[in-house]
């Protein structure tokens, strides 16, 4: 089946450590999201990426750094810079990036609850 | 100002209602996108659309570009219609509403 993944489904970190989230998706898409999810806030981006080897801040990337060395995985770090990461974090793909590039619905991961202790 | 405006922010009613959620957005858009997230966190696309009306099963999605302004329709509700509905649109960006909480209660 077709589809994305996240894991773990819950993480606990220690202050002042670094984690790393993984995703990774057999859709073939082009395009990979991490986006961050809040009480009461619409999900907020993070990162993004169109290619492989290619990838560009969002709206709230500070504390935070991906990678994208294969089509298929998308991993984000965590960093202790990050001052409040407790939250939901969700991974999504999209075959193209943006409109006019053809079609772009988002496909989400199930996401991955992270608490720091 | 959000984007996207969703109302209302909760929703609670009984089983077989007729319910509607609404979306109003503020920016040029290619299409606009009704999610579904269940209490476990994973989101779903129900619907991508950019003129008219959809519908899949009991939800219908329709949407007035003049107006910037889309409708979440769902029908007969039941209780496993419980979730989070979220409404999207991508213009340059994707741009995200915070969620409508919808409990259909028995």
């Known amino acids: 089946d077709g589809g994305i993944t996240q894991s773990p489904k819950y993480l606990f970190r220690k202050e002042g450590q670094n984690v790393t989230l993984s995703c990774e998706q057999n859709?073939?898409?082009?395009?990979m999201y991490w986006y961050r999810q809040d009480p009461g806030q619409g999900l907020r981006l993070i990162y993004y990426?169109?290619?492989?080897?290619?990838?560009q801040k969002g709206d709230i990337a500070e504390g935070y750094s991906v990678s994208r060395e294969k089509k298929e995985s998308f991993p984000l770090t965590v960093t202790s810079a990050q001052k409040n990461p407790t939250a939901f974090y969700l991974c999504?793909?999209?075959?193209?990036?943006?409109?006019?590039?053809?079609?772009?619905?988002?496909?989400f991961g199930p996401g991955t609850r992270l608490t720091v202790l | 100002k959000n984007e996207v405006e969703q109302s209302p922010q909760n929703l609670t009613a009984q089983e077989g209602e007729f319910i509607t959620i609404n979306c109003s957005y503020s920016?040029?858009?290619?299409?606009l996108h009704w999610l579904q997230q269940h209490p476990g966190g994973g989101i779903v696309s129900l619907f991508m659309?950019?003129?008219g009306k959809k519908k899949h099963g009991r939800l219908i999605a329709t949407i007035n570009i003049q107006e910037k302004h889309s409708s979440l329709h769902i029908t007969a509700s039941h209780p496993r219609d419980s979730a989070v509905y979220i409404c999207?649109?991508?213009?340059?960006?994707?741009?995200f509403g915070t969620g409508t909480s919808l409990t259909v209660i028995p």
């Open positions: 999504a793909s999209s075959q193209n990036l943006y409109p006019g590039q053809g079609y772009n619905e988002q496909f």
């Open positions: 859709l073939n898409h082009d395009a």
């Open positions: 990426s169109q290619i492989v080897n290619d990838f």
């Open positions: 920016v040029g858009i290619s299409a």
């Open positions: 659309l950019s003129s």
């Open positions: 999207a649109v991508t213009g340059n960006q994707f741009y």
